[in-house]
Every structure is written in structure tokens, then in C-alpha cells.
């Protein structure tokens, strides 16, 4: 037993490469004693792999269809399932003894190393059925062995939702009912999208929030932001992010302050060549990248400015339709929620 112990993460591409490099600046931000592991698909860029490898201890290759053994035999079989079969890679990680796996759209807000005195598997749940735990953040132990049986049982069975989730809930399947010392709380894989649907908790708890999972189609690495106004800028046409417009900001910021710089030196100091990083990436000079949060998030930038009535917000809301950055941003909930309660 080597007794080290290790944050892994994945980026098969550039986006989620960014995602990573936040994710091991907050870590490293809020001070923590292990080790830092990003698992890398053939499709990053070098720009992007040598920035990953400033933050990270540790950049390993994986690529599911050029390893020859079973895990590529396996993806053969079941070639919808890729990107599972290379989070599942985590497990061939042997040289730790204990890691804890944190998707590339998560966020550390504070130092979360007692996390590794959890065991396998330890999750929080999912904000969509609670008695599934979420695999954005997950404590595991690197065993060639488990590894072989995830992907035997990948194979045989599939995962019912298409991706790394449903195999491993499906897998580890006494998680929700056996040891309640392997449900780690909320607070440590807390969605965004999760605080809208009770936000009352969210008011209560969610000073005490340890990791941010930025989950769902739009990630933060999707929208620009400017750093000298504090807001989202060229937001994309009918985007539904359910993205706490602060922890975006918070993000934007780490991005802005820690990550930029190396692309920029990975990149020899140019500007990013089009579509080398990533087309979206604004280009935000390095002196302005410290404009204080503001308390209000970012209004909306609308392609149709005409003001809607609240009856017409009221259905766009019902049917799912929110428009979290501006009209029902949560600040704007905030005060109707405490107009109500005085
Ligand atoms: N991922 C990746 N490339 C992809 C999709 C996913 O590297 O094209 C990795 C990345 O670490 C990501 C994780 O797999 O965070 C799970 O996917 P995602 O976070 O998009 O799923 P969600 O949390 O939104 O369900
Ligand atoms: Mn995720």
C-alpha cells in the first residue's frame, strides 16, 4: 500500500479540459495535501494539455480504443457507452489507495480532504431521485479487480441512463439502504439546478456548500463573461442554464485569475488562435480580472428587449421555461421569498 491518496478528474475535450483546470485551481486554492490526477482524452489539445499539466500532478492518457485490453473489448461491444468506459478508467489508478473522483464541471468552495475518510462507494444523492447517488463526485478505491467487474457488468447490462451514472448506481446497488456513513451530504456535490426546486433550503444550507456541480447541457465554459461589468455577455439564444449566477461568477473568476495566464503561456504568449482552445473563450485582459462580485447577478442580455407581463412570465415559468440571469434570477426570488415570509 502506497497510502497515497489522489483527486481525479476527466476532459476528453478542450471544454471539459477548462472545466478541469478550474476544478484543480479550486482545490489547490482552498489547500489540499493530495495528490491532483486528470485523466486526459486523445482529442485535448496540446495548449490545453500543458496548462493541465502546471495545475495537476499528474496527467494520464487514456484512451479507451488504443489500451488493447478488456476495457477497449468492452467499448467494442457497447460503443455507446465511451466516455463511461473512460471514467471507469479511475479505477485503474492502483498506485492510490483511495481517490475521491470529482466530474470536470465541479467546483471546490472550501478544503474538502476529509472526504477521503469515506469509503467506496461514497456519493451524494441525486437531486433528481435520492435514492440514486450522483457520480459527479464520488470516493473510490483503484482496484484492476473492480475495474474488470464494472466492465463486465457494463457489458452485460448496460447502464439505464446512458452514461457512467446508471452503471454505477446500478452496480454499487445497496448504496441508498446499507451505510448511511456512504451518503456524503448535499453540501458536497450541491446543482445549481437543485437550488431553484427548494430554495428555502438552499437559503438555510447553502452558505455551508463545499462543491459546486455545474450539471446538465450548459456548462460555464459555454458562456462568456466580462470581467469588468461582472456579467454574462452573448448568452446563447433560449439557454436554459439553471446556474446559480454567482457560483458562475465564482467560476469565471477562478478561470479569469488562475487559468488564463497558462493558456496564455501555452500558447507562448499570442493571442488563442481561433477555435485552438476553445472559440467561445473571451479574451479578457489579465489586469481587469479582479472586479469585485456584485451581490445582483448579471441581467439578461435578451434578443427581444419588450418587457413581459407577470402573467406571461408565470407560464414561461410553469412550463419550464425559467429565465435564471435575469426576471427569475435568484436574487429576484430572494426578495419575493422574503416579502412573502415578513
Ligand atoms: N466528460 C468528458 N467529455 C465529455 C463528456 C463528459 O470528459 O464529452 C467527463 C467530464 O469529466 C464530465 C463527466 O464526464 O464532468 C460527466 O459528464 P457531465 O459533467 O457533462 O454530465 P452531467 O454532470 O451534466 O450529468
Ligand atoms: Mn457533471
Same mark, same amino acid.
Given at each position: 500500500?502506497?497510502?497515497e491518496?489522489a483527486?481525479?478528474?476527466?476532459?476528453?475535450?478542450?471544454?471539459?479540459?477548462?472545466?478541469a483546470?478550474?476544478?484543480?485551481?479550486?482545490?489547490?486554492?482552498h489547500?489540499?495535501?493530495?495528490?491532483?490526477?486528470?485523466?486526459?482524452?486523445?482529442?485535448?489539445?496540446?495548449?490545453c494539455?500543458?496548462?493541465l499539466?502546471?495545475?495537476?500532478?499528474?496527467?494520464?492518457?487514456?484512451?479507451?480504443l488504443?489500451?488493447?485490453?478488456?476495457a477497449?473489448l468492452?467499448?467494442?461491444?457497447?460503443? #455507446?457507452? +465511451? =466516455?463511461?468506459f473512460?471514467?471507469?478508467h479511475? $479505477?485503474?489508478?492502483?498506485?492510490y489507495? *483511495?481517490?475521491?473522483?470529482m466530474?470536470?464541471?465541479?467546483m471546490a468552495?472550501?478544503?474538502?480532504?476529509?472526504?477521503?475518510?469515506?469509503?467506496?462507494?461514497?456519493?451524494?444523492?441525486?437531486?433528481?431521485?435520492?435514492?440514486?447517488?450522483n457520480?459527479?463526485v464520488?470516493?473510490y478505491r483503484p482496484?484492476?479487480?473492480?475495474?474488470e467487474?464494472l466492465?463486465t457488468?457494463?457489458?452485460?447490462?448496460?447502464?439505464?441512463d446512458g452514461? #457512467?451514472? +446508471? =452503471?454505477?448506481?446500478?452496480?454499487?446497488?445497496? $448504496?441508498a439502504t446499507a451505510?448511511i456513513? *456512504?451518503?456524503?451530504p448535499?453540501l458536497?456535490?450541491?446543482?445549481s439546478?437543485a437550488?431553484y426546486?427548494?430554495?428555502?433550503?438552499f437559503?438555510?444550507?447553502?452558505?455551508?456548500?463545499k462543491?459546486?456541480?455545474?450539471?446538465?447541457?450548459?456548462k460555464?465554459?459555454?458562456y462568456?463573461?466580462d470581467?469588468q461589468?461582472?456579467k454574462?455577455?452573448?448568452l446563447?439564444?433560449?439557454?436554459?442554464?439553471?446556474?446559480?449566477?454567482?457560483?458562475?461568477?465564482g467560476?469565471w473568476?477562478?478561470?479569469?485569475k488562475?487559468v488564463?495566464?497558462?493558456?496564455?503561456?501555452?500558447?507562448g504568449?499570442?493571442?488563442?488562435p481561433?477555435?485552438?482552445?476553445?472559440?467561445?473563450?473571451?479574451?479578457?485582459?489579465?489586469?481587469?480580472t479582479?472586479?469585485?462580485?456584485?451581490?445582483?447577478?448579471?441581467s439578461?442580455?435578451s434578443?427581444?428587449p419588450?418587457?413581459?407581463?407577470?402573467?406571461e412570465?408565470?407560464?414561461?415559468?410553469?412550463?419550464?421555461?425559467?429565465?435564471?440571469?435575469?426576471?427569475?434570477s435568484?436574487?429576484?426570488?430572494?426578495?419575493?421569498?422574503?416579502?412573502?415570509?415578513?
Open positions: 500500500m502506497s497510502g491518496e483527486f481525479v478528474t476527466l476532459a476528453t475535450t478542450d471544454g471539459y479540459a477548462k472545466g483546470m478550474v476544478l484543480g485551481c479550486s482545490l489547490r486554492e489547500g489540499t495535501t493530495r495528490k491532483l490526477v486528470v485523466l486526459v482524452g486523445p482529442h485535448v489539445t496540446e495548449t494539455g500543458q496548462a499539466r502546471s495545475i495537476f500532478d499528474e496527467v494520464s492518457p487514456v484512451d479507451v488504443d489500451s488493447g485490453d478488456s477497449r468492452a467499448l467494442m461491444q457497447r460503443p #455507446d457507452l +465511451g =466516455v463511461t473512460t471514467k471507469l479511475c $479505477w485503474t489508478l492502483t498506485r489507495d *483511495k481517490c475521491v473522483f466530474d470536470a464541471d465541479t468552495l472550501s478544503n474538502i480532504d476529509e472526504l477521503f475518510e469515506r469509503e467506496e462507494l461514497s456519493a451524494a444523492p441525486d437531486p433528481g431521485w435520492p435514492d440514486c447517488f457520480s459527479g464520488f470516493v482496484s484492476v479487480e473492480t475495474h467487474k466492465l457488468f457494463c457489458t452485460e447490462n448496460g447502464s439505464f452514461g #457512467d451514472q +446508471g =452503471v454505477l448506481n446500478s452496480f454499487f446497488n445497496t $448504496w451505510d456513513s *456512504k451518503h456524503l448535499f458536497y456535490n450541491l446543482s439546478i437550488i426546486s427548494y430554495l428555502p433550503a437559503k438555510h444550507y447553502g452558505r455551508d456548500a462543491v459546486v456541480h455545474f450539471l446538465g447541457k450548459n460555464p465554459w459555454s462568456n463573461y470581467t461589468s461582472g454574462m455577455v452573448d446563447p439564444e433560449g439557454h436554459q442554464p439553471g446556474l446559480h449566477p454567482d457560483y458562475l461568477r467560476w473568476r477562478l478561470y479569469a488562475s488564463m495566464p497558462l493558456l496564455r503561456r501555452a500558447n504568449d499570442e493571442d488563442f481561433s477555435g485552438s482552445v476553445e472559440e467561445r473563450s473571451p479574451d479578457i485582459p489579465e489586469d481587469e479582479t472586479s469585485s462580485p456584485s451581490a445582483d447577478p448579471p439578461h442580455a434578443p427581444n419588450r418587457p413581459m407581463s407577470s402573467e412570465r408565470k407560464q414561461r415559468w410553469e412550463a419550464g421555461q425559467m429565465d435564471y440571469l435575469g426576471d427569475d435568484f436574487a429576484n426570488i430572494e426578495r419575493k421569498l422574503d416579502s412573502f415570509l415578513k
